[in-house]
C-alpha cells in the first residue's frame, strides 16, 4: 500500500516556474514507477512524465519536453516535477501516481495508486 501527497501548486504568471513534489509513505517507494499527469476541465487525464525505480528510464510527453524535468529521491519517498516555462496550457489538476515495477506507462490505468491531486493555473 502507497499513499501518494503531492503539493507545490498554485498560481504563477507565464513564463515562469513551479516545483511540484510528491512524497509517498512506505518503505517500498523504490519498487514503484512514478508519474506525474495532469486534467484540465473538460479533458481526458493526460500523461505528463514517468520515471522508472532507478531513475534511469524517463519519459516525457512531447509538449513538456525541455520545459519540464521529473525526478525523484528515493531516500526521501519523494518525486518532484520541475516545470519552466510555464505556458496557459499547461493549467491543470496534477496527478503523481506509482505503477509497481512499471515499465513507465503512459496509460492511467497501470498506475495502482494516486495522490489527491494539485492544482496549477498559468495565467497569461
Known amino acids: 500500500q502507497v499513499q501518494l501527497v503531492e503539493s507545490g501548486g498554485g498560481l504563477v504568471q507565464a513564463g515562469g516556474s513551479l516545483r511540484l513534489s510528491c512524497a509517498a509513505s512506505?518503505?517500498?517507494?523504490?519498487?514503484?514507477?512514478m508519474g506525474w499527469f495532469r486534467q484540465a476541465p473538460g479533458k481526458e487525464r493526460e500523461f505528463v512524465a514517468a520515471i522508472s525505480w532507478s531513475g534511469g528510464r524517463i519519459y516525457y510527453v512531447d509538449s513538456v519536453k525541455g520545459r519540464f524535468t521529473i525526478s525523484r529521491d528515493n531516500a526521501k519517498n519523494t518525486a518532484y516535477l520541475q516545470m519552466n516555462s510555464l505556458k496557459p496550457e499547461d493549467t491543470a489538476v496534477y496527478y503523481c501516481?506509482?505503477?509497481?515495477w512499471g515499465g513507465g506507462s503512459r496509460a492511467p490505468t497501470e498506475y495502482e495508486y494516486w495522490g489527491q491531486g494539485t492544482q496549477v493555473t498559468v495565467s497569461s
Open positions: 512506505g518503505r517500498t517507494f523504490s519498487m514503484y514507477t
Open positions: 501516481a506509482a505503477d509497481f
